[in-house]
T-cell receptor, first 111, second 115 residues
Framework: TQLLEQSPQFLSIQEGENLTVYCNSSSVFSSLQWYRQEPGEGPVLLVTVVTGGEVKKLKRLTFQFGDARKDSSLHITAAQPGDTGLYLCAGGRGGGFKTIFGAGTRLFVKA | NAGVMQNPRHLVRRRGQEARLRCSPMKGHSHVYWYRQLPEEGLKFMVYLQKENIIDESGMPKERFSAEFPKEGPSILRIQQVVRGDSAAYFC?????????????FGPGTRLTVL
């Protein structure tokens, strides 16, 4: 059973389009991270959100943490081929050391 | 400041052999995490270690798998008597403070193939 469900699993879009990917759970997380992973490499941290309702922006990427801290979204504006990769959300539970990862959204941006 | 180092990057073993995966954390980091990733899946937590201590090994199979992080040298993930199902990418991450809320920096992974 996946504690963190990511959707869609796969997304193929044209350069310049906007997109949103989601990370949902029935559990509350004390923090949530978004990572991007390229083939043959380890995940690279994009952002950490810790406060319910928090919105963070990283250039064309906008991250939101749900009010109840059970879900998060990543919105990309005007996608570029360089955004292609596997986007993983990961959550931490208060008091624990284990970080739980979702299965990821594989994004392909066509030029 | 070098990032997290893992070696080997690729490892091929026959069924029944032993696999040793090494991880050198970032300088100044004393917390190490090991994850396993199967194709088209996310990362599954295996074990969290500090120097000379295993803090949480709840994600590690009880048999054949062991991990250590000695006072000197890299962290080692050891898989004895490998089976085909052990084929996966194994990632190590390190952090300065520890805990699931602390930023983890990942290495490039070791891809294990069991023939």
């Amino acid at each position: 059973t996946q504690l963190l469900e990511q959707s869609p699993q796969f997304l193929s879009i044209q350069e310049g389009e906007n997109l949103t990917v989601y990370c949902n759970s029935s559990s509350v997380f004390s923090s949530l991270q978004w990572y991007r992973q390229e083939p043959g490499e380890g995940p690279v941290l994009l952002v950490t959100v810790v406060t319910g309702g928090e919105v963070k922006k990283l250039k064309r990427l906008t991250f939101q943490f749900g009010d109840a801290r059970k879900d998060s979204s990543l919105h990309i504006t005007a996608a570029q081929p360089g955004d292609t990769g596997l986007y993983l959300c990961a959550g931490g539970r208060g008091g624990g050391f284990k970080t739980i990862f979702g299965a990821g959204t594989r994004l392909f941006v066509k030029a | 400041n070098a990032g997290v180092m893992q070696n080997p990057r690729h490892l091929v073993r026959r069924r029944g052999q032993e696999a040793r995966l090494r991880c050198s954390p970032m300088k100044g980091h004393s917390h190490v995490y090991w994850y396993r990733q199967l194709p088209e899946e996310g990362l599954k937590f295996m074990v969290y270690l500090q120097k000379e201590n295993i803090i949480d090994e709840s994600g590690m199979p009880k048999e054949r798998f062991s991990a250590e992080f000695p006072k000197e040298g890299p962290s080692i993930l050891r898989i004895q008597q490998v089976v085909r199902g052990d084929s996966a990418a194994y990632f190590c991450a390190s952090s300065p403070l520890g805990g699931s809320w602390d930023e983890q920096f990942f290495g490039p992974g070791t891809r294990l193939t069991v023939l």
